[in-house]
Every structure is written in structure tokens, then in C-alpha cells.
């Protein structure tokens, strides 16, 4: 199979450590490459071209810089969800509960419900989706918006766990720019799934 | 005097609460309008024209989106500090001690030794300057790597509290797109720092 710009990068610079953790730290959710986000915008804009999309939605942190360097192509407005109540956010707010596969713990999905509305066309923007917890959440949270999930862009896949598979069946429209079938801590060897 | 565009933005979008608080949550911190972002990293690129950047240093969640799409400005690499400490993050790390103005806790700030080196001129960037404690922590980072800051980038600026003051007496060159003097919550008047 040929690779993709993304599952050269993670070739090239993601390691992988014991456990199934794939860390990409150096270029997508510590240290950023935005030359390398651009080309992941660009790319969700080509996957969704016949899609209406009115608003971008992420989760903080790292979702939200892939997410605001995409949006330069479908020229929308970003909203992220935070993860814990915070005392500048007043007022009515959507809430979802989401537990997070990374940090085994249980947050709170925020987003004020003045930043989402029945006419939205949402496109979900996320770094990882591994258990799909945390997308869950934001899915929860159009849902209760009465808006419409148009998409979902995910940077990196873990296709051995269950949450992309799930949120296929569901019917969603999910776009991942790398799936990962498999990773050997040992060798350091990382699989792909074909995608062509 | 003639406020500029993001001051012109706070005056028209920004809501003013008891306490001073200035809610700029509709465009700058939970929405983002990313074509502003994109004004302000223009205005920064032109205001630090003559300044060596290697790398841009936020930190989470606001900052991020800010960065990254100022970073387009200066095609160099952004690292985002994280405020807790993650399972996913590992081996050596600097740490510094950050009190939260708004939430009124203390978290550990913490940047992978990776990703910052002696080599580094480091443009520090985020959404608001109060008291000042997030950025004392980036710059605390900043000098633990032996890198210099090249300048410090802020969106807003509370003038009426000590941080701006403290940063420029230590003779950092910082650059507040909008500095507020002065806010009514019963008017809803903004006062702005002329800075022509």
C-alpha cells in the first residue's frame, strides 16, 4: 500500500511505547507541525467537499489547533468543548459526560449554548479516536443542540479499538487521515489499514 | 483615539460582567473566529519584524488555536505547555508553578525537555494577560531551557492589573493587541490604552 502524508509522518516520527500508546508528541499534540495541519485541512476539505458545514467543533487541548487551522479551508467559525466547568462560562451550556481512555477519569463536556443551534451543519475534529469516549461526548452535545453532525475528521485512528468501528455503525460520516491496525512496542513496526 | 481590530472587536462582541470580567468568549476563547486570529498574527509578524523566532510556546486551551494560526506568520513549530500531568507524557519534562487568576488554583506547567533547546528565540503567545501568573510559568520554562524570549505576544491585556507592568519592568518586549484600562459593568463601557 502507498502511505499517506500523515502515515508517513507517523512512521517516521511517532514512537511507539507498551500498551498500545502511540505517541505523536512531536508534531501533533505537544509540538505542533501547522504545515502539516494545513495539509490535514486540506484534506478533510477534499473528503467533505459535497458536505454543508456551518461550524467546526473540537475538545480542548489538542484537538483545537488542528481544528482552527482546518477551518481556514471551510471558512467557519471553531467552537471547543471544555473538558471542566470554569467560572468565566455562565449561563445555559450543553453538558455531556465523557471518560477519558488516556486519563481514566470522568470530565465534564461543556459548551455554551449560545455557540450552537438547530441550523448547524457540524463537522467534529479530533486528534485521536481510540475508545471514542470523548467524541461520544461531542456527538451528545450536537444531539442536544438540534443541530446535525455533517462529519467527523480524525487525525489518527486507533482501528484496534472499538470506538471508529462504533461510530461507523452508527451511520456517521467519519473521515480518518490515519488508521492504525497495529503497533509492536519491540519492533516499533506500525500498521496501517489501506484506505484506497 | 482610533481602536484597531481587535479593539474594535471587544468594544462590539465583548460582554462586561461584575468583578471585571470581560467575556470575549463569542470570538477569542470557546468560539474562535480563526479570519481574527489570522489579523492578529499578521499584526504580531509586523510588530516583532526584526526579532529571531525559532519557536512560539503557548499554553492550554486558549492559547493554542491563537498560535498555531499565528504561526503561519512565522513558519516555525508551536509547543503547547499542558497544566497537569498526563499518562501520555514522559521522561524528562520542565516544570513550573502557575496560579490561575480565574479559577483561583495552582497548576504545574509542563513542557517536554524535547521540544525546547538553547538554541531556541521563543515567541510566547496567549489569549489574556491579568495578573500574569500563566506567562511568568512560560517564561520560567522558557529559562529553564537556557532558550531567550524573543517577545511575548498577547491578545488582551487587563491594564488595570499588575502583569502587563511586571513583564515590561523586567524588560520583556510585549506586544497586547488590546490593552483594557478600564471596564463598567453597568454601562458596558471598554476604556482601551491608546498605544499609537
Redesign the interface.
Known amino acids: 500500500m502507498t502511505m499517506n502524508f500523515l502515515e508517513e509522518r507517523i512512521q517516521r516520527d511517532g514512537i511507539v511505547k507498551e500498551g498500545n500508546?502511540l505517541?505523536v508528541?512531536?508534531f501533533l499534540?505537544?509540538?505542533?507541525?501547522?504545515?502539516l495541519?494545513?495539509q490535514m485541512g486540506e484534506e478533510w476539505k477534499r473528503r467533505f467537499a459535497d458536505v454543508t458545514i456551518t461550524k467546526i467543533l473540537t475538545i480542548?487541548?489538542?484537538g483545537?489547533?488542528i481544528?482552527?487551522?482546518a477551518?481556514?479551508y471551510f471558512?467557519v467559525?471553531?467552537?471547543?468543548a471544555?473538558k471542566s466547568k470554569?467560572?468565566?462560562?455562565e449561563g445555559d451550556m450543553y453538558i455531556a459526560q465523557v471518560e477519558s481512555f488516556?486519563?481514566k477519569n470522568i470530565n465534564q463536556v461543556i459548551?455554551?449554548k449560545?455557540?450552537l443551534s438547530s441550523d448547524d451543519h457540524v463537522l467534529i475534529i479530533d486528534d485521536f479516536l481510540a475508545n471514542g469516549c470523548a467524541l461520544q461526548g461531542l456527538i451528545s452535545i450536537v444531539s442536544q443542540a438540534g443541530a446535525s453532525v455533517a462529519g467527523i475528521g480524525i487525525a489518527v485512528e486507533k482501528g484496534f479499538q472499538s470506538g471508529g468501528q462504533i461510530i461507523r455503525n452508527l451511520g456517521y460520516r467519519l473521515e480518518s487521515l490515519a488508521i492504525v491496525d497495529g503497533m509492536d512496542a519491540a519492533t516499533g513496526q506500525i500498521t496501517f489499514r489501506d484506505q484506497n
Do not use: L, Y
Request: net charge neutral.
Open positions: 500508546v505517541k508528541d512531536s499534540n505537544h509540538q505542533m507541525d501547522v504545515t495541519f494545513r480542548e487541548a489538542s483545537i489547533g481544528a482552527c487551522v477551518s481556514e471558512n467559525p471553531v467552537v471547543f471544555k470554569s467560572i468565566n462560562i488516556t486519563h459548551v455554551s449560545k455557540f
